[in-house]
């Protein structure tokens, strides 16, 4: 069973940091993409940003410049460096990652259960 764990949300105000990571679970042959994703109240899911198992990364307009993502292939885990954080960065921030269990099975999406971050003003 594969599982994807995140940590790292919190309370913090307007122009501070928050690092959030995740760590992938379980029976594991090679994960492709990872990503960042949020969902703010009344709104649809988005994209933050991506890493590709390469270390190519793709971010939102609205974060670019201000959150780095990161992913260490050894430990199967991806971080998200978030400075000069917005109240509009408010939302539930959830972890992706495209993950083949066994050479002989194309890849699925996985999600993890979601962070709350919240920034006040």
């Known amino acids: 069973q594969v599982q994807l764990v995140e940590s790292g949300g919190g309370l913090v105000q307007a122009g501070g940091s928050l690092k959030l990571s995740c760590a992938s679970t379980g029976r594991i042959f090679r994960i492709n993409a990872m990503g960042w994703y949020r969902q703010a109240p009344g709104k649809q899911r988005e994209l933050v940003a991506t890493?590709?198992?390469?270390?190519?990364?793709q971010y939102a307009d609205s974060v670019e410049g201000r959150f780095t993502i990161s992913r260490d292939n050894t430990k199967n885990t991806v971080d998200l460096q978030m400075n000069s954080l917005k109240p509009e960065d408010t939302a539930v921030y959830y972890c992706n990652a495209e993950i083949k269990k066994s050479p002989l099975v194309p890849p699925l999406p996985y999600w993890g259960q979601g962070t709350q971050v919240t920034v006040s003003s």
């Open positions: 890493i590709s198992s390469g270390g190519s990364t």
